[in-house]
Antibody, heavy 123, light 109 residues
Framework: EVQLVESGGVVVQPGGSLRLSCAASGFTFEDYTMHWVRQAPGKGLEWVSV????????NYADSVKGRFTISRDNSKNSLYLQMNSLRIEDTAFYYC????????????????WGRGTTVTVSS | QSALTQPASVSGSPGQSITISCTGT?????????VSWYQQHPGKAPKLMIY???KRPSGVSNRFSGSKSGNTASLTISGLQAEDEADYYCCSYAGSSSPFGGGTKLTVL
């Protein structure tokens, strides 16, 4: 079964750091571009970051640029999101998602999603 | 990286057809045939319904279709069913980012 499972979400104080993980299974992880998408409570989806299948390139939303770092370890079938200098407005449910077309770095659509993990930034 | 513009809500009766619009710019929707649409039920993860403007992933009903004209993409749902009631989001490739629309709540009357 194709599956993504996020972990690492906790309550953290403003200015703090956190690393989210996403474990992939059921498909050849190293072939796919991967995304992080978040959703604040009661709000819409917000694209956060993307990383190429080989880890060779990544991009970020302006709202997190310079604070968040996406990475992956293809040997461990895992995706990560290092979140630094956290702000209250980073409070959200964070999803990892797979892009549907393998081995391309255009974003065609996200066909596999995890269940998400909750990040709460609060003092 | 501006969000795409969607109507906040649409509604329709069972059996009817509805269309949700998604307006972007010449930097995103208008420049790439890489628009996708997602359905999200409360408390659930989003589900991909349409990608590359008009392609359906395996398992998605052919009642869902997508199109694009200029800077505006559209999702049409025909033969509305009660289970179609959900939030719908569009998304477009924009060169280096992938902004979503603000979401549209579909109510099946």
């Amino acid at each position: 079964e194709v599956q993504l499972v996020e972990s690492g979400g906790v309550v953290v104080q403003p200015g703090g750091s956190l690393r989210l993980s996403c474990a992939a299974s059921g498909f050849t992880f190293e072939d796919y571009t991967m995304h992080w998408v978040r959703q604040a409570p009661g709000k819409g989806l917000e694209w956060v970051s993307v990383i190429r299948w080989d880890g060779g390139s990544s991009n970020y939303a302006d709202s997190v640029k310079g604070r968040f770092t996406i990475s992956r370890d293809n040997s461990k079938n895992s995706l990560y999101l290092q979140m630094n200098s956290l702000r209250i407005e980073d409070t959200a449910f964070y999803y990892c998602a797979r892009d549907i077309v393998p081995r391309v770095y255009y974003y065609y659509g996200m066909d596999v999603w995890g269940r998400g993990t909750t990040v709460t930034v609060s003092s | 990286q501006s969000a795409l513009t969607q109507p906040a809500s649409v509604s329709g009766s069972p059996g009817q057809s509805i269309t949700i619009s998604c307006t972007g710019t010449s930097s995103d929707v208008g420049n790439y045939d890489l628009v996708s649409w997602y359905q999200q039920h409360p408390g659930k993860a989003p589900k991909l319904m349409i990608y590359e403007v008009n392609k359906r992933p395996s398992g998605v009903s052919n009642r869902f279709s997508g199109s694009k004209s200029g800077n505006t993409a559209s999702l049409t749902i025909s033969g509305l069913q009660a289970e179609d009631e959900a939030d719908y989001y569009c998304c477009s490739y924009a060169g280096s980012s992938s902004p979503f629309g603000g979401g549209t709540k579909l109510t099946v009357l």
